[in-house]
T-cell receptor, first 114, second 115 residues
Framework: AQSVTQLGSHVSVSEGALVLLRCNYS??????LFWYVQYPNQGLQLLLK??????LVKGINGFEAEFKKSETSFHLTKPSAHMSDAAEYFC????????????FGRGTSLIVHP | KAGVTQTPRYLIKTRGQQVTLSCSPI?????VSWYQQTPGQGLQFLFE???????NKGNFPGRFSGRQFSNSRSEMNVSTLELGDSALYLC??????????????FGPGTRLTVL
């Protein structure tokens, strides 16, 4: 069965500091991996996704993630946090088998201090 | 281009009632997926419709149903409401569906409270 684990329900950083949000997955098929962001009272917005090819994926708003097959990880990073990055972040992976249902992690709340 | 719209944004119902939520996808998108988001269970896939046909279904009881119209608009229905159905219900649209592998565009959600 596929699953997604996001380590840390809350991550707190100072403005200008490195952002690192962790995501580990299990999947019995080649994974499709996603990071979404949810701002208060809004739906989710895609930050980036990995399908095949280059393992370092660049997304919007300066975020990027690296697919590491050996570690079954897809951690999200940003070199310098902005106050506007404060939001909930979700990692997702497609399920195995013939369906294309996404499984989401429980989310990580990013808190940015001035 | 207008985004995904969901109506109503907030809804209060009592146990045993039924409820219908509506979703209008981005123009040109043929697929609509529905999700339930709760603090306890997180974000869970309900079902996906593509060209008026249910393509995938998550692990939810039969009280949860949906449909899609020829204009791609979708409705979700929950019958015999339970307290545990209180959640944010999110709708997402995409060009060609297959929610697990393609980008989805989410609406702001409908906040359902069951009393």
């Amino acid at each position: 069965a596929q699953s997604v684990t996001q380590l840390g329900s809350h991550v707190s950083v100072s403005e200008g500091a490195l952002v690192l949000l962790r995501c580990n997955y299990s999947s019995s098929v080649p994974p499709y991996l996603f990071w979404y962001v949810q701002y208060p009272n809004q739906g989710l917005q895609l930050l980036l996704k990995y399908t095949t090819g280059a393992t370092l994926v660049k997304g919007i708003n300066g975020f990027e993630a690296e697919f590491k097959k050996s570690e079954t990880s897809f951690h999200l990073t940003k070199p310098s946090a902005h106050m506007s990055d404060a939001a909930e972040y979700f990692c997702a992976v497609r399920t195995s088998g013939g369906s294309y249902i996404p499984t989401f992690g429980r989310g990580t709340s990013l808190i940015v201090h001035p | 281009k207008a985004g995904v719209t969901q109506t109503p944004r907030y809804l209060i119902k009592t146990r045993g009632q039924q409820v219908t939520l509506s979703c209008s996808p981005i123009s040109g998108h043929r697929s609509v997926s529905w999700y339930q988001q709760t603090p306890g269970q997180g974000l869970q896939f309900l079902f996906e419709y593509f060209s008026e046909t249910q393509r995938n279904k998550g692990n939810f009881p039969g009280r949860f149903s949906g449909r899609q119209f020829s204009n791609s608009r979708s409705e979700m229905n929950v019958s015999t409401l339970e307290l545990g159905d209180s959640a944010l219900y999110l709708c997402a649209s995409s060009l060609n569906g297959l929610a697990g592998i393609n980008e989805q565009f989410f609406g702001p959600g409908t906040r359902l409270t069951v009393l």
